[in-house]
């Protein structure tokens, strides 16, 4: 069986236009759209049924394999996190650090940190209590407080694991989770820096916002102390870059062998929980339960998206399209361009950011050798790079828009020109400093 390379690009962008169409449109999950995809794209390019099913079983299966308990331990954490207090607390204690009068700098550090293992949704929604209150004590903008908090939490969602997209385009392009994660806060911390001088510049004129404080969410009786909230974050973090560098020196020693074991993210992130399970002082059992049922099931819903999303990468990658692309367009002098541009339309089209990176990373993996990304450094500048397009930009078919606007209390209109064209800015800045990166390392 042949194929032209225009019948796979036809039907490549046909499979896009029906995931953003069945996703924006029609309010439909984003699982189902994916599946669809495959065969759009799949009996387009005249692939017999067999092959599409074996295909997207393969891509499925390998998803699951490597981020399976990754994502269920990252949900988990993030909802005991988010029940226990400990947010708050690393908020509050930041804020004594910096002082009142820089608040807006405390929430994007703030969320900076919190982001990490809990997604920018959650995170935002937790934090908008403190965020309100400290909006009205200092009489600063609440555009100006809310985009510097939701700068801090998008930062890391976009870039770092275990967050999906991140951690789905890692699972798809074989890349290391801890040299990501080293490279994508590296990356993160000018964007949300972008973010927060955005905020502070856009929203100088705006008048103070009257805003209500939302109901409390903390369900632990007793609110842990201030180290005790933030290891469960630190933590899996140092573990996970100290077993990179292990795997670096890669050597037989038996303490660079327990390091190395002790940074799988499997590993880290069981660390974490446990952690965080010590902070749960006065909470019943039964509350214990219900808590990990929730993080159990929010990780369910997004495995068979990004699940969903490694079967319609298997397809793509059964068409041969990276063959065909190499042998009809020099795509090597786009280099870490072309991840960048993919990404950042299907982002601004279809409003998810986890959508866009995992539908993007499995339109590039068959194209790594033609875009010269085909080596370990290579690929890990590839996902920085999606992962920059994929904050680029949120606006009103982003879930996440409509939660800083819902629970601060903003109009449709200082949220575009506030904290949209941050996510602009944001973006942008990311993908300037992963081109630098690229410039240095390859």
Request: aromatic share 8%.
């Amino acid at each position: 069986m042949t194929t032209s390379f225009l019948q796979v690009i036809i039907f490549l962008l046909l499979g896009i236009a029906l995931i953003i169409l069945l996703t924006t449109r029609y309010k439909i999950h984003a699982f189902f759209a994916l599946f669809a995809a495959c065969f759009v794209v799949g009996l387009g390019v005249q692939l017999p049924v067999n092959e599409i099913l074996t295909a997207m079983k393969t891509g499925f299966g390998h998803i699951m394999e490597s981020l399976g308990f990754i994502i269920v331990l990252g949900t988990a954490l993030g909802v005991l996190l988010e029940h226990t207090g400990c947010t708050a607390v690393m908020a509050e204690f930041i804020l004594k650090k910096t002082g009142q009068h820089r608040a807006p700098l405390a929430m994007n550090i703030t969320g900076f940190i919190v982001g990490m293992p809990i997604f920018c949704d959650s995170g935002y929604i937790v934090l908008s209590g403190l965020n309100q209150s400290l909006a009205r004590r200092t009489g600063i903008n609440m555009a100006i407080m809310a985009t510097s908090l939701a700068g801090g939490l998008y930062a890391v969602h976009c870039l770092i694991p275990p967050h999906p997209g991140a951690a789905a385009a890692a699972g798809i392009l074989n890349v290391d989770f801890g040299k990501l994660i080293l490279a994508g806060i590296g990356v993160a911390l000018p964007s949300t820096t972008v973010g927060y001088i955005w905020a502070k510049y856009a929203g100088r004129k705006l008048p103070a916002s009257d805003t209500r404080l939302p109901e409390e969410v903390i369900e632990n009786k007793v609110r842990p102390g201030v180290l005790q909230s933030f290891l469960p974050v630190i933590v899996p973090i140092l573990l996970i870059a100290i077993g990179a560098f292990a795997k670096v020196e890669q050597d037989d020693n038996f303490v660079w062998q327990i390091l190395n074991t002790t940074g799988n993210p499997i590993i880290a992130l069981c660390a974490g929980v446990i952690l965080a399970l010590t902070t749960m002082r006065g909470t019943n059992k039964i509350m214990l339960g219900k808590l990990l049922q929730e993080g159990a099931e929010k990780a369910g819903g997004i495995l068979v998206i990004i699940g969903a999303g490694g079967a319609f990468g298997a397809v793509l990658a059964a068409t041969k399209l990276g063959a065909h692309l190499s042998d009809a367009v020099s795509l090597k002098s786009m280099g870490i361009l072309f991840p960048f541009l993919i990404t950042a339309l299907l982002k601004t089209a279809q409003g998810s950011s986890t959508v866009a990176i995992i539908t993007s990373a499995s339109i590039i993996q068959p194209l790594l050798p033609s875009l010269g990304l085909d080596s370990d450094t290579g690929r890990l500048l590839c996902i920085l790079s999606m992962g920059a397009g994929s904050m680029t930009l949120s606006h009103a078919n982003d879930a996440y828009f409509w939660v800083i606007s819902k629970f601060s209390g903003l109009e449709m209109k200082t949220m575009l020109r506030v904290y949209s064209l941050a996510t602009l800015f944001m973006g942008l800045t990311a993908f300037m400093v992963v081109y630098a990166l690229s410039l240095f390392m390859m």
